[in-house]
């Protein structure tokens, strides 16, 4: 008897020792995981938080751009047209167009006599090209076709559309980020395809309300071309531009100024279909 009551005791004191180390082990792990929580969790809610929060604002910003003069269908304008090759002035030309959303736009190129030299043309399904000094004809599709042979920048038909009418081209994208700079600088909106290539830059000013500059890459990252929002004007409520300099990757460039531009027009779909004889 006087063992078992021996064995008991020594079990109770075991089992006490025991406990006392469990307690120790479970506060422990207690306070790891609490100071896990007061580091690692709650710094990675917050760089989603924020993640998140710069992910609405750019895509805030973005719709919103997209969203500028949306009730501007169709406008007209005439304008001044100067090309410079090794940053020398080369030739001044005048410019007359007149375009229709969303993608309908014609453009003719005058010498200082007003003569026709060139006229472009896009119904949103063919790009037509007549030369009037060559006496040439060119009809091809539209939907990757660009103007680099009549301007020496790879831009598309619907692009300088969407820049007449004071809006950006926007190209297709899976990622949008913004990078915030200090006030005077604005900011800068950069558009990815899925595999994180930039597709597009898009500079804005501190406001969020002025584009200062658009810049289009390829799928290599190779810059296409990027236009400055040089100067602007309002016709009709509508913001559009009075200055857009054109630049290629190439290092051509050339800049349109903007005389006069008529804006809520009336306009037959007819106008941009071009014929062997026009």
């Keep these: 008897m006087y063992y078992s009551f021996k064995i008991l005791a020594s079990l109770r004191e075991e089992m006490n020792l025991a406990m006392k180390y469990a307690i120790i082990l479970f506060a422990a792990a207690f306070f ?6 007061l580091t690692g969790t709650v710094s990675d809610k917050s760089l989603k938080a924020k993640t998140s929060e710069d992910l609405y604002e750019a ?3 973005l719709l919103s751009l997209q969203n500028r003069n ?4 169709t406008f007209k304008g005439i304008g001044k047209i100067t090309f410079w090759k090794n940053d020398k002035k080369d030739i001044i030309t005048n410019a007359v167009w007149v375009g229709s959303e969303p993608d309908m736009l014609r453009i003719v190129i005058r010498n200082v006599s007003w003569q026709p030299i060139v006229t472009f043309s896009s119904d949103g399904r063919w790009l037509y090209f007549v030369s009037h000094v060559q006496q040439r004809y060119y009809k091809k ?17 619907c692009d300088i559309l969407s820049l007449l009418a004071g809006r950006i081209p926007v190209y297709k994208h899976e990622v949008e980020s913004i990078i915030k700079d200090d ?3 604005g900011y800068l909106l950069i558009l990815k ?6 597709i597009e830059k898009i500079y804005v000013d501190g406001s969020k309300n002025n584009v200062r500059k658009v810049e289009v890459f390829d799928d290599t990252g190779s810059l296409l071309y990027s236009v400055v929002f040089d100067r602007m004007q309002t016709i009709n409520g509508y913001d559009v531009p009075l200055r857009l300099v054109f630049l290629g ?6 800049q349109l100024d903007i005389q006069r531009y ?3 027009i009336s306009v037959s779909p007819s106008v941009f279909v071009l014929n062997p004889m026009d």
């Design 32 to 37: 790891l995981s609490a100071c896990s929580s």
């Design 59 to 61: 895509r805030d910003l």
């Design 70 to 73: 949306i009730n501007l269908k």
């Design 141 to 157: 599709r539209s939907t990757k076709s660009n103007l680099k042979k009549i301007i020496s920048i790879p831009i598309k038909a």
């Design 183 to 185: 006030p005077e600088n």
């Design 193 to 198: 395809k899925r595999w994180g290539n930039i």
């Design 249 to 254: 990757g190439n290092g051509n460039r050339f």
């Design 262 to 264: 008529w804006a809520d």
